[in-house]
């Protein structure tokens, strides 16, 4: 069994900053890709950033330039740094984690919530 555990949500004001963490446990052999998605209220879950083993990044537009994501292969840990929040970047935040242990399986983190006020 393989869980992810995420946290750093919370409420902000815009133009704050905010660091979510999301670290891995259980039967774990590798870590392919990580990264945060995000659902808002009414919207679908849209990818925000990922990052693979060898620390390649990929960015959604709407974030490029003010989200940082960031691992530590050692804890089986992905970040993600948060600046200039804006009050659209309110959302449930998803870690997720391809990993595999025999076979490579995707892993989603429970959500955690943040939200910016204007």
């Known amino acids: 069994q393989v869980q992810l555990v995420e946290s750093g949500g919370g409420l902000v004001q815009a133009g704050g900053s905010l660091r979510l963490s999301c670290a891995a446990s259980g039967s774990i052999f590798s870590i392919n890709a990580m990264g945060w998605y995000r659902q808002a209220p009414g919207k679908q879950r849209e990818l925000v950033t990922t990052?693979?083993?060898?620390?390649?990044?990929v960015y959604a537009d709407s974030v490029k330039g003010r989200y940082t994501i960031s691992r530590d292969n050692a804890k089986n840990t992905v970040y993600l740094q948060m600046n200039s929040l804006k009050p659209e970047d309110t959302a449930v935040y998803y870690c997720?984690?391809?990993?595999?242990?025999?076979?490579?399986?995707?892993?989603w983190g429970q959500g955690t919530q943040v939200t910016v006020s204007s």
């Open positions: 997720h984690a391809s990993i595999r242990y025999g076979i490579t399986r995707d892993y």
């Open positions: 990052i693979s083993g060898g620390g390649m990044t």
